[in-house]
């Protein structure tokens, strides 16, 4: 079984810089990708970033592109996502997630790739 635990999150100003950590345990973890989703109060879940295991490819959502930037440890089973410039519209629980499917990259941007999940960490942003 794969865990995932989220770690990072906090109350920053707008403008801030965070790091939001996603560390993996499991007997055996070899993830194919990894994604960060986040959830604002009042609206649906939505695809942050992703990055492949092999190879470290890494996909972002349109709204994050240059700010948010996905890495990953292998020794460390940890995913990062490092966030720039925050925003007020930042704010929201921010998921990580992982999948063991090979999926094409369009997949990647949709919770329903992914079937592990953590249980979040909630950044809020004050201007």
């Known amino acids: 079984q794969v865990q995932l635990v989220e770690s990072g999150g906090g109350l920053v100003q707008a403008g801030d810089s965070l790091r939001l950590s996603c560390a993996a345990s499991g007997r055996t973890f070899s993830p194919y990708a990894m994604g960060w989703f986040r959830q604002a109060p009042g609206k649906e879940r939505e695809f942050v970033a992703a990055?492949?295991?092999?190879?470290?490819?890494?996909y972002y959502a349109d709204a994050v592109k240059g700010r948010f930037t996905i890495s990953r440890d292998d020794a460390k089973n940890t995913v990062y996502v490092q966030i720039s410039s925050l925003k007020s519209e930042d704010t929201a629980d921010y998921y990580c997630?992982?999948?063991?499917?090979?999926?094409?990259?369009?997949?990647?941007?949709?919770?329903?790739?992914?079937?592990?999940w953590g249980q979040g960490t909630q950044v809020t942003v004050s201007s």
């Open positions: 997630a992982a999948t063991r499917s090979q999926w094409r990259a369009s997949v990647l941007y949709t919770a329903h790739a992914y079937e592990y």
């Open positions: 990055i492949r295991w092999s190879g470290s490819t890494t």
